[in-house]
């Protein structure tokens, strides 16, 4: 994306265009915490071979691929988030073996199954969550994994909160209690689950986070204007307080699920 010139500009972006411009490290609920439990509990390896859905800027593809040696492909409906990824692989993660490209998850096509499919917390923020869950599974391997990090709800959002996240990200925040958001899952085998609760970050750890991927883009773009890095690091750092505001009410869970086609889409295991 090039031609950027004001604010105006920079807070007109799209949510997923302005996150794929300055660059942002779009990361799943827990971070490299997660990204250990998934490599650990579902035995990726360097023989695995992964598919990324909806991989914005490629965190969770590269750095599994960092931490395990998979080889595998990653993609994203946003032009600007996969050329971020791209860049990233390069520069951060040059001898991995993972590929990125564009496009509408519900769109693509593979004639090679694969080991482990990573949907993250991504799942609830596609149309019709179900038929892309399901689409997931029609690429796995048999006795392939999904990888899941969903949001759930503890309480209820005030709904004042909910329109500010609307406003700031274009989508509504997840809603669903933990019960309603594994029903999603409920044909795949739990192999592992942990739920987490989130602890609200402070203001100047917020505010280094923010310095830190303003000034990087600023670099990579060759970007001086002072006007433009301070209209950068305000949005960024408006997304980063809405997101803050949510945690008191939120949990996730990292999750490890098995597909079987003698077992799926039954369940034969209690819950716990």
């Avoid at 695995?48 to 998979?70: D, K, Q, V, Y």
């Avoid at 700031?168 to 739990?190: R, W």
């Avoid at 609200?200 to 923010?210: D, P």
Wanted: glycine share 6%; with cysteine.
């Amino acid at each position: 994306m090039k031609g950027i010139h004001s604010a105006k500009e920079i807070n007109g972006m799209p949510y997923t265009d302005f996150v794929g411009f300055i660059n942002q490290w779009n990361v799943l609920p827990g971070a490299h915490t997660t990204l250990s439990k998934w490599a650990i509990f579902s035995k990726m390896d360097k023989n695995s071979n992964i598919l990324e859905i909806a991989c914005s800027t490629g965190f969770s593809s590269r750095e599994l691929a960092i931490l395990t040696g998979c080889r595998g492909k990653a993609f994203d409906i946003s032009k600007s988030s996969v050329k971020a990824a791209v860049y990233n692989k390069k520069a951060y993660a040059p001898n991995t073996r993972i590929s990125y490209f564009i496009k509408d998850g519900y769109q693509f096509k593979s004639s090679q199954k694969f080991s482990h499919i990573i949907i993250g917390a991504a799942l609830r923020f596609f149309p019709e969550p179900e038929r892309m869950l399901n689409k997931c599974i029609s690429l796995l391997k048999e006795g392939g994994i999904i990888l899941a990090s969903p949001f759930y709800i503890k309480s209820r959002i005030p709904k004042k909160l909910i329109l500010e996240f609307k406003k700031v990200f274009g989508i509504q925040p997840t809603i669903e209690s933990y019960k309603n958001i594994m029903k999603t899952y409920q044909g795949l085998e739990i192999l592992f689950e942990e739920r987490n609760n989130l602890l609200k970050e402070t203001k100047e750890e917020i505010k280094h986070y923010c310095h830190s991927t303003i000034k990087r883009v600023c670099k990579l773009r060759n970007i001086s204007d002072k006007r433009l890095y301070n209209a950068m690091f305000q949005r960024l750092y408006k997304i980063k307080i809405m997101s803050n505001k949510l945690r008191p009410y939120q949990g996730y869970s990292v999750l490890v699920l098995r597909y079987r086609s003698n077992v799926y889409p039954n369940r034969y295991v209690e819950l716990f």
